[in-house]
């Protein structure tokens, strides 16, 4: 079983940064991929960026590229979400994942099966 913790939400005006935090336990978080995704009110999920088991990045929504940047710290257990240059269209919810198979990270939320709590997050313009 895996446990996530999302942290580092908050309030930002436009322009500003934030960095969220995901906290795994249960098992050692390097062996698996991971995702960020977002939920705004009355919108669908969607991917925000996703890193592989390698460490590689797999994925960024084109809407955040060279805004946004995915990292993982394996020592602490921790996968980071870098977001610069915040937008009001950047608010949401924001979540941590990791997919049913551990290994491959996508874009498409119905692959993941673990899910953190969320952390929202609010830009003001």
């Known amino acids: 079983q895996v446990q996530l913790v999302e942290s580092g939400g908050g309030l930002v005006q436009a322009g500003g940064s934030l960095r969220l935090s995901c906290a795994a336990s249960?098992?050692?978080?390097?062996?698996?991929?991971t995702g960020w995704f977002r939920q705004a009110p009355g919108k669908k999920r969607e991917a925000v960026s996703a890193?592989?088991?390698?460490?590689?990045?797999?994925y960024y929504l084109d809407s955040v590229k060279g805004r946004f940047t995915i990292s993982r710290d394996a020592s602490k257990n921790t996968v980071y979400l870098q977001m610069n240059s915040l937008e009001p269209e950047d608010t949401a919810v924001y979540y941590c994942?990791?997919?049913?198979?551990?290994?491959?990270?996508?874009?498409?939320?119905?692959?993941?099966?673990?899910w953190g709590q969320g952390t929202q997050v609010t830009v003001s313009s």
């Open positions: 249960g098992r050692t978080f390097r062996t698996y991929a």
């Open positions: 890193i592989g088991k390698s460490g590689s990045t797999a």
């Open positions: 994942a990791v997919p049913a198979n551990l290994l491959l990270a996508t874009s498409r939320p119905e692959d993941y099966a673990y």
